[in-house]
């Protein structure tokens, strides 16, 4: 199947929701370490991207952003 639409693509939008709806799975692998506070996602960028909002065991917040970028098809 050709891509034909990269801004965003299906398959990047698709991923970048499946990525939030792994919330529960991802908490229990990052342990006590880290609580996911609040996702927020663009899905409707060129680049879809999920934020997750954690705190730590001090109770300092930090953010990670994975960004999900689909490279051109090379067919």
């Known amino acids: 199947m050709k891509t034909h639409n990269y801004n ?3 398959f990047e939008v698709k991923l970048a929701s499946a990525i939030v ?4 799975q991802i908490q229990q692998k990052l ?3 880290f609580k996911i506070v609040d996702t927020d996602d663009r899905m ?4 879809p991207m999920v ?3 954690l705190e730590d065991n001090d109770g300092d ?3 990670v952003v994975i960004k999900i970028i689909q490279r051109p098809d090379q067919i």
């Open 8 to 10: 965003p693509s299906t």
């Open 21 to 24: 709806a792994c919330k529960d």
């Open 31 to 33: 342990g006590n370490d």
């Open 44 to 47: 409707e960028r060129d680049n």
């Open 51 to 53: 934020i997750f909002h």
């Open 61 to 63: 917040p930090h953010e």
